[in-house]
């Protein structure tokens, strides 16, 4: 649709053009005069000349892209600009560029054309949808300075950008996330705890220990009295991991979910990481530690989707976001 527009505004031009001669032409023949004649040749030279001037122009003249800002929230527009790449003393006429928005999925989401006539045009982009997006040109049509003819050229430009998520408070408590694993089997070697699972030392009985954890063998060995101290447990970081599959409104507000849990957890000062890719040789996961930090890290994975978590090849518990849900996954 693109191409038979362009075509079409082409064709139009050139008709309009040779309608003109035509009836110069016919002026001539009608009249008979030599002053008709001079503005038939006239016209005709002048397209003659302004095609000979365009030529190299048409040929040496690109494009270049220039992003407003590299990230927009969803729901607003990103701002980029076409300009125009001129090596030549003459500039050639319009240039139509036609090009497209691609998603993360290779999807095609936008495709369009832009009529560029001075040295810059500037577009504005809606942006529904969170993701990694790249603005692709792959074909530009240079004009002659009559808009007569045309020379197309095969172009490589592209520019990225990001769609990120909004915050929002939300229902599911930060404590009911922070389940730590005191089961797991290392400990500290040098901070006392209440698992006594683990011993952290022995010492000699005082005033005010409990019985229940006195060291009974070693008591009645050395006939005197000694308790145990319990272990503190080395606690992993909360591990958060979703699925990515398109972009439509379920994944947007999943993403808006996901961030918000995280900023929950930032202000909480609860430590956590995030799954950023998972396949079958690792599972690879990015410690959050600042709001920075975080932001970065969605970008990255909007950018390299996890379509499937094969839970297979996963190394410890974690909380998947499915949707608004929050799903607990022991190992």
């Known amino acids: 649709e693109v191409h038979h527009t362009s075509k079409r505004e082409e064709m139009k031009n050139l008709l309009k053009y040779f309608c003109f001669l035509a009836f110069l032409y016919g002026l001539w023949r009608f009249v008979s005069g030599y002053f008709s004649f001079l503005l038939f040749f006239m016209a005709f030279c002048l397209i003659c000349i302004c095609l000979l001037f365009s030529i190299i122009p048409m040929r040496k003249t690109t494009i270049s892209i220039k992003m407003q800002q590299a990230y927009c929230l969803r729901e607003e527009t990103i701002n980029l600009s076409f300009c125009r790449q001129s090596v030549t003393p003459i500039p050639c006429g319009q240039i139509i560029i036609e090009y497209q928005m691609i998603d993360a999925f290779s999807q095609i989401v936008i495709e369009k054309s832009v009529c560029l006539h001075d040295q810059q045009v500037d577009v504005e982009i809606p942006c529904p949808h969170c993701g990694h997006y790249t603005i692709q040109v792959q074909k530009i049509k240079c004009f002659d300075l009559l808009q007569c003819f045309s020379f197309s050229k095969t172009v490589s430009l592209q520019n990225s950008f990001d769609v990120m998520p909004h915050y929002h408070l939300i229902d599911v408590s930060v404590h009911q996330v922070h389940q730590l694993d005191e089961q797991g089997e290392n400990y500290l070697t040098d901070q006392k705890g209440d698992d006594y699972s683990e011993i952290f030392e022995i010492r000699t009985y005082r005033e005010g220990d409990e019985l229940k954890h006195i060291h009974w063998n070693m008591s009645s060995k050395f006939q005197e009295f000694f308790v145990k101290v319990g272990s503190q447990p080395v606690h992993e970081n909360l591990t958060l991991a979703i699925e990515y599959k398109e972009n439509n409104t379920f994944y947007d507000l999943q993403f808006d979910y996901f961030y918000s849990l995280c900023i929950s957890l930032l202000k909480e000062n609860i430590a956590f990481e995030i799954v950023t890719s998972c396949d079958v040789q690792n599972m690879h996961v990015q410690s959050i530690h600042s709001v ?40």
């Open 292 to 331: 920075d930090n975080l932001a970065t890290t969605i970008r990255w994975m909007m950018k390299n989707p996890i379509k499937t978590l094969d839970k297979s090849f996963m190394s410890r518990s974690f909380y998947q976001i499915k949707g608004q849900n929050l799903e607990v996954y022991h190992l």
